[in-house]
Nanobody, 122 residues
Framework: HVQLVESGGGLVQPGGSLRLSCEVS????????MGWFRQRQGNEREGVAA???????HYADSLKGRFTISKGSGEQTMTLTMTNLKPEDTAVYYC?????????????????WGQGTQVTVS
């Protein structure tokens, strides 16, 4: 049974930092691409960052340098560290997984999703 549970969202001032966590249960953690998406109010869901099974990391161009995705080696926990946060980063953030080792920006190819965690920058 696959389950993804996000945590770590909250309210932060502009310029601040947050670290989101995604606890993964099931056998997907080291088998498939895992990533973070976000949905800002009134917008479509968009890719934030993702990591392939070979450890390659991919970021949305607009977020490079501020966001970092990582996967723990001991625990099945993926994190997203966000720095220098801006009001436009306000969104619900989701972790997700594909059924493939390689990542894609097409969110329709991610069958596994967490429930989301709200990040508010204000």
């Amino acid at each position: 049974h696959v389950q993804l549970v996000e945590s770590g969202g909250g309210l932060v001032q502009p310029g601040g930092s947050l670290r989101l966590s995604c606890e993964v249960s099931g056998s997907i953690y080291n088998r498939y691409c895992m990533g973070w998406f976000r949905q800002r109010q009134g917008n479509e869901r968009e890719g934030v960052a993702a990591t392939d099974t070979d450890g390659s990391r991919h970021y949305a161009d607009s977020l490079k340098g501020r966001f970092t995705i990582s996967k723990g080696s001991g625990e099945q926990t993926m994190t997203l560290t966000m720095t220098n946060l801006k009001p436009e980063d306000t969104a619900v953030y989701y972790c997700a997984s594909t059924r493939d080792g390689w990542c894609t920006q097409d969110d329709s190819l991610y069958p596994y999703w967490g429930q989301g965690t709200q990040v508010t920058v204000s």
